[in-house]
């Protein structure tokens, strides 16, 4: 399927839905690239730098396509650096704050394991530019699920303050969890057209990885009944990603229209 194939409630949705696929990737990438030159050694400052690399990678094929989507001339620049944060659909997970070395690597394992799941259906859509991307990304993912999950091990099985350290960070993120697999009205018109798909059974192949992970690294799988509703899709967020942007929006605002 192309895009003159769609109508113009299923490119409505998609805009929406790339928006969200690239407005997390974008937060997330700027909270790992905030490690750049403070990682605890060399080898893990240059990974995190990589890391952060493959997300505003991912993010720009996102927002581009979305750009191209919507149809107003704007591309992946003016997505993510002239949109207030109102406009931004990112999980709300991913604009939290850095917080210390074992509250990014969770994060990461977290994040990095639902997206793994999403590329691997969206390996399958119907739309054949979705299709690309997601084939593209799975490999970087790959990737991080490994890298993050080898930390989570180390510090989960390491000392006592480790183990009581990536606890905590575990316990603090996962209320922000269930909010990656809401369904937006919207999504019905893209999973009849086969262009995405239904979210009811990823959660269970998403809690069956991490909770492998969490066993192995001895730490325990917070309740349930602790998630906290948020939907960034609905351009509701914190009050951290307004800073976020401030910052990382400052150059192209200061010199609209400036190019390298």
């Not at 995190?48 to 581009?64: E, T, Y």
């Not at 931004?88 to 509250?103: C, K, Q, Y």
């Amino acid at each position: 399927m192309k895009l003159e194939d769609l109508d113009i409630s299923a490119k409505e949705a998609l805009f929406e839905y790339l928006l969200f696929l690239g407005d997390s990737n974008l937060v997330l990438g700027h909270r790992l690239s905030e490690w750049c030159g403070h990682g605890p050694m060399l080898e893990e400052d240059i990974a995190l730098a990589n890391l952060a690399l493959d997300c505003v990678g991912q993010s720009a094929n996102f927002l581009k396509l979305a750009g191209e989507i919507e149809g107003k001339d704007r591309n992946e620049d003016h997505l993510a650096y002239l949109r207030d944060a109102i406009d931004f659909r990112n999980a709300t997970i991913t604009e939290l704050p850095r917080g210390d070395f074992g509250f990014t690597i969770m994060r990461q394992f977290l994040v990095a394991t639902y997206l793994y799941i999403i590329f691997k259906e969206l390996r399958n859509s119907s739309f054949d530019d979705l299709k690309s991307i997601a084939q593209k990304s799975i490999k970087e993912v790959k990737y991080h699920i490994r890298h993050s999950s080898e930390w989570v091990l180390r510090l989960g099985d390491g000392t006592e303050e480790s183990h009581k350290r990536i606890q905590k960070s575990l316990n603090e993120l996962w209320r922000y969890t269930n909010e990656l697999f809401v369904q937006m009205p919207q999504d019905q018109v893209l999973i009849e057209k086969n262009i995405i798909f239904d979210m009811d059974s990823s959660k269970k192949q998403w809690l069956e990885i991490i909770e492998q992970v969490l066993k192995e690294a001895t730490l325990i799988t917070p309740e349930s009944n602790e998630y906290l509703y948020h939907n960034g899709r609905e351009g509701k967020h914190t009050e951290y990603l307004g800073h976020m942007l401030a910052e990382m929006q400052t150059l192209p605002r200061s010199h609209p229209g400036a190019v390298w």
